[in-house]
C-alpha cells in the first residue's frame, strides 16, 4: 500500500476522531467499514489502516466493484478452474481475495456489488473459503476486509439491494469521513500539503497562498471533497508563472458559488412547477426566518413583502420557529 498515517491531513476534530479510530483498528484484524462522500479519503485510509497492521509486509489487493462488469466480477474475486467457461485460460486463474492470501483487500464501492456477488463474498467471510468458479475444491484463504461505500446501505437493506447478513459482517467497525465542508479547518492544512505535494511533482516552488485566494477557497461547498481542493490547487499551479510563489485568487478556475449553507446543490423534486416553485419559496423563507432570528418585520423588509404575506406563507408551509 502507498500511504500510511503521515500523509493523512487532519487538522478538526471530527478528522482526529476518525484517525484515532482507524489507528486503533489498524492492530486488530476486525473487518473496516470506510463511509463518506466521494474525495473524503476512504481509500488513503484504507492504505493507512493496512499499513500501520501487521499486515503491512503482505498485498493489499484493491477491488473497485463499481468499475468492474458484473459477469467479470465473480471471476476476478473468486477466480477459476482451466475450462471453467468459453473465453476462460487454459490453466485457471487465481481469483484477487486468493492473491491478497494473508494480505488487505479493499473493497471500494461495496454498495455497487450486486446481490449474487454479495451473498457470494458473504459465504466467504463466513466460510473463510473460497471456490473458484468450476472447481470441486476449495480454498483457505485469510485476509483483512476493509470496505468502502458513499451510499445509504442501510436504506439499501430495507429495500432489498443490500443483504442484511453482509451489511452486518461488514459494519463491525464503521469509520465515517465527513464531508470536508463540514471541517473546513482542513481547508488551510489540506492546500499547503497539496501544494508541497504538487511542488515535488511538477519541479515548482509555490509556498503560500494569499489571503483573499484562501477565502474564496474556505467559503467553497466543496461537492467533490479533497480531490477536487487537490484538482483546484493543480489547475491554479498551471495558471502560475513559474517565478510566481504565492497562489492568488486570479490563478484559481471558477468555482460554483454556494447560495446559502442551508440548501447547497439542491435538487428539487419532480413534478408540476406550481409545487416545485412553493418547495423552494418555503425553503427561501425558512432561511431569511433564520438568518433573522426569527423577527418577521425584519425578514419580511428583507423579501420585500407584509408581514401579513409573510405570515400567511408561513402557516401555509407550516413554518414555525425552531429555536
Ligand atoms: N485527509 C487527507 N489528507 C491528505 N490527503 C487527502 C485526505 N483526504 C483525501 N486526500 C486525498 O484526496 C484524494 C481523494 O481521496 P480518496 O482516498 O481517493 O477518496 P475516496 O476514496 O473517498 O473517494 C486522494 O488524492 C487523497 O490522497
Ligand atoms: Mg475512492
Request: charged letters at 25%.
Amino acid at each position: 500500500a502507498k500511504y500510511s498515517f503521515d500523509d493523512i491531513v487532519a487538522e478538526s476534530s471530527k478528522m482526529k476522531i476518525a484517525v484515532s479510530q482507524a489507528m486503533k483498528v489498524a492492530k486488530t484484524p476486525a473487518t473496516v467499514l470506510l463511509r463518506g462522500e466521494s474525495g473524503t479519503g476512504k481509500e488513503l485510509f484504507a492504505h493507512a489502516i493496512h499499513n500501520a497492521s501487521d499486515r503491512k509486509h503482505n498485498p493489499f489487493v484493491s477491488v473497485n466493484c463499481s468499475a468492474i462488469p458484473e459477469s467479470i466480477l465473480e471471476s476476478e474475486l473468486f477466480g477459476y478452474v482451466g475450462g471453467a467457461f468459453t473465453g476462460a485460460k487454459r490453466e485457471g486463474k487465481k481469483g484477487l481475495l486468493e492473491e491478497a492470501h494473508r494480505g488487505t483487500v479493499f473493497l471500494d464501492e461495496i454498495g455497487k456489488m450486486p446481490l449474487i456477488l454479495q451473498s457470494k463474498l458473504l459465504r466467504f467471510l463466513e466460510s473463510k473459503e473460497i471456490a473458484p468458479i468450476g472447481g470441486t475444491r476449495t480454498i483457505k484463504i485469510d485476509i483483512r476486509i476493509i470496505a468502502a461505500t458513499n451510499m445509504n446501505l442501510e436504506k439499501m437493506v430495507q429495500q432489498g439491494d443490500f443483504l442484511p447478513d453482509l451489511y452486518f459482517r461488514l459494519n463491525v467497525f464503521p469509520i465515517f469521513l465527513p464531508p470536508l465542508r463540514n471541517r473546513k479547518e482542513d481547508i488551510a492544512p489540506l492546500i499547503h500539503h497539496t501544494m508541497k505535494k504538487l511542488n515535488q511533482e511538477y519541479g515548482r516552488i509555490v509556498q503560500g497562498i494569499s489571503p483573499d485566494a484562501l477565502h474564496r477557497l474556505t467559503s467553497y461547498d466543496w461537492p467533490g471533497n479533497v480531490r477536487e481542493l487537490e484538482n483546484v490547487i493543480g489547475r491554479a499551479m498551471i495558471n502560475m508563472n513559474i517565478d510566481e510563489k504565492v497562489i492568488e485568487a486570479k490563478h484559481l478556475p471558477p468555482l460554483i458559488p454556494s447560495e446559502s449553507e442551508d440548501f447547497p446543490h439542491e435538487t428539487f423534486t419532480r413534478g408540476s412547477l406550481k409545487n416545485i416553485v412553493s418547495e423552494y419559496e418555503s425553503k427561501v423563507i425558512l432561511t431569511a426566518l433564520k438568518r433573522n432570528n426569527w423577527d418577521v418585520q425584519k425578514t419580511s423588509q428583507e423579501l420585500n413583502i407584509s408581514p401579513r404575506t409573510l405570515y400567511y406563507k408561513m402557516k401555509l408551509y407550516g413554518i414555525k420557529a425552531t429555536r
